[in-house]
């Protein structure tokens, strides 16, 4: 969880604090850019073989090693652009919590960004999941968030130790609620893990 | 037959230019919307390092080239009649 607080966003109250600033998972970045680190190993193999079996780089004038060098550079420009901007979709997706409301922001592709937000009164109901071998091992899962609206949920997946921030954010909701008595909610409930509603109008982060 | 080498360095040229772009657009994402950090910033200097070393490499294995002279194509799996 990033440190909360030093960050500000536009939008922010005055009386607004951010409480936590949860980014997702480190092994959601590991997981994509894992075949690329890959793929990056296969030019070095192809040149070593072609080096040390065969003749066709042995001109370091001609065609073909001009062809060779260029193509390989160009391939390694791209893999560390990908990276980098995988690495910049990830570093940019993040909820924010703070004393008033629940901010998603997902950064889909470079021009796209979706900012959605949830005042903590109208949390119905609060949920985790942690399934698979890695997010066992290395506990992360997904959260969701439901509100009384049928159509609006917050769905944040990949995110570290997620039944932890589910009773967090259910205490700011009752924290929320016993400082503004007048606000009409019914406290939100958590529901238990693995228990999860149909996602088919799920805001999915 | 021959080719000049310039073809393949203007060409080779123009792809770094979109990927230039391309970075340019990821910078001003990382400076626009995300909360400038260490990690950040140092990631990105990495991405430039790496960049540059990348680059700068190509050149230097490509130093013996002469540009201006027309190169044979020889492909070795095609035998010349």
């Not at chain 1, 260029?70 to 993040?94: C, E, K, N, Q």
């Not at chain 1, 609620?177 to 805001?203: C, F, I, N, R």
């Amino acid at each position: 969880m990033r440190d909360p607080s030093k960050i500000h966003f536009p939008g922010q109250g005055a009386d607004e604090t951010v409480l936590m600033a949860i980014g997702r998972h480190p092994m959601a970045l590991v997981k994509k850019v894992f075949v690329f680190f890959v793929g990056a190993v296969v030019p070095v193999a192809i040149f070593f073989v072609a080096e040390k079996y065969t003749t066709w780089l042995d001109d370091k004038t001609g065609f073909l090693y001009l062809v060779v060098v260029l193509l390989a550079s160009l391939f390694y420009l791209y893999i560390l652009l990908f990276i980098y901007h995988v690495w910049v979709d990830y570093y940019l997706d993040i909820w924010l919590v703070t004393n008033e409301r629940v901010i998603s922001i997902e950064q889909k592709g470079l021009f796209h960004r979706e900012v959605s937000e949830l005042r903590l009164d109208k949390i119905q109901d609060v949920s985790s999941e942690v399934k698979g071998f890695l997010p066992t091992i290395f506990k992360y899962g997904s959260l969701q968030v439901q509100t009384a609206s049928e159509a609006d949920k917050f769905y944040y997946t990949e995110v570290p130790n997620p039944e932890i921030l589910t009773r967090q954010i259910l205490e700011l909701h009752e924290q929320y609620l016993m400082k503004h008595p007048g606000v009409a909610s019914v406290p939100a409930e958590q529901k238990p893990a693995g228990e999860q509603e149909k996602k088919d109008e799920t805001k999915t982060i | 037959m021959s080719i000049p080498p310039l073809i393949f360095l203007i060409i080779y040229v123009v792809l770094v230019g979109i990927f230039f772009i391309l970075s340019i657009l990821n910078f001003y994402h990382i400076i626009r919307f995300g909360f400038l950090r260490p990690a950040s910033i140092i990631i990105t200097l990495v991405y430039l390092a790496l960049m540059a070393v990348i680059i700068l490499l190509t050149f230097r294995i490509l130093n013996q080239i002469n540009w201006s002279q027309p190169i044979e194509i020889n492909l070795p799996f095609i035998s010349s009649p």
